[in-house]
Nanobody, 126 residues
Framework: QVQLVESGGGLVQAGGSLRLSCAAS????????MGWFRQAPGKEREFVAA????????YYADSVKGRFTISRDNAKNTVYLQMNSLKPEDTAIYYC???????????????????WGQGTQVTVSS
């Protein structure tokens, strides 16, 4: 079992930055592909970013491309999401997810993931 705990969310003004962290425990996630998803009130969960097991490949939703950066530190069993130039429409609960995979495949669909964190709230004020 893999337990994921997100942190780093909060309230920020439009144009500001936040860095989310996703700390894994239970197993090393160095063999896991990781992803970030978000869900805004009244909306379905949507894909944000993905990274393969060694960090060699990343993929982003068009809505965050150029503003968000996903990265990982396997030695710390942690994945990050650096969010810059935040917009009010980025307001959501952000979740990290993990799936065992040594492929270069980018997993952009939520049901592809086996483990999920509890989420962290990000609120961007205008």
């Amino acid at each position: 079992q893999v337990q994921l705990v997100e942190s780093g969310g909060g309230l920020v003004q439009a144009g500001g930055s936040l860095r989310l962290s996703c700390a894994a425990s239970g197993r090393t996630v160095s063999s896991y592909a990781m992803g970030w998803f978000r869900q805004a009130p009244g909306k379905e969960r949507e894909f944000v970013a993905a990274i393969n097991w060694n960090g060699g490949s990343t993929y982003y939703a068009d809505s965050v491309k150029g503003r968000f950066t996903i990265s990982r530190d396997n030695a710390k069993n942690t994945v990050y999401l650096q969010m810059n130039s935040l917009k009010p429409e980025d307001t959501a609960i952000y979740y990290c997810a993990a799936v065992l995979s040594l492929r270069a495949t980018m997993y952009v669909v939520g049901r592809s993931y086996d483990y999920w964190g509890q989420g962290t709230q990000v609120t961007v004020s205008s």
